[in-house]
């Protein structure tokens, strides 16, 4: 399956590949248990609730569902770099 091929379930945006280790840092911790050892997609569409989701589309994860503290890592793949205003999913913080 190319990553490609991989869009959001809910606003059918493109996607970009997340790490395991990447999420474990940003999700709330009573939902850490949820998060395997699989692969993760990060939804781009920063205007989407959806943060991130499994590959199979068993889990998503929406807004509420990360640290509103938390910041991603650059690598995390998040489309939203260049509009740090406008970002919603905290990944943008100085
Ligand atoms: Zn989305």
């Given at each position: 399956m190319s990553v490609e091929n991989i869009q959001c379930p809910v606003c059918q945006s493109g996607s970009k590949p997340a790490k395991a280790a990447s999420l474990l840092n940003i999700v709330k911790d009573d939902l850490k248990h949820l998060i395997l050892d699989e692969s993760y997609f990060f939804c781009c569409n920063s205007n989407c609730e959806v943060i991130f989701y499994s590959e199979d589309y068993e889990k998503t994860f929406l807004l509420e569902d990360i640290k509103l503290t938390a910041e991603m890592p650059?690598?995390?793949?998040?489309?939203?770099?260049?509009?740090k205003d406008g970002c919603n999913k905290g990944c943008c913080s100085k």
């Amino acid at each position: 399956m190319s990553v490609e091929n991989i869009q959001c379930p809910v606003c059918q945006s493109g996607s970009k590949p997340a790490k395991a280790a990447s999420l474990l840092n940003i999700v709330k911790d009573d939902l850490k248990h949820l998060i395997l050892d699989e692969s993760y997609f990060f939804c781009c569409n920063s205007n989407c609730e959806v943060i991130f989701y499994s590959e199979d589309y068993e889990k998503t994860f929406l807004l509420e569902d990360i640290k509103l503290t938390a910041e991603m890592p650059e690598t995390s793949g998040c489309g939203c770099n260049s509009k740090k205003d406008g970002c919603n999913k905290g990944c943008c913080s100085k």
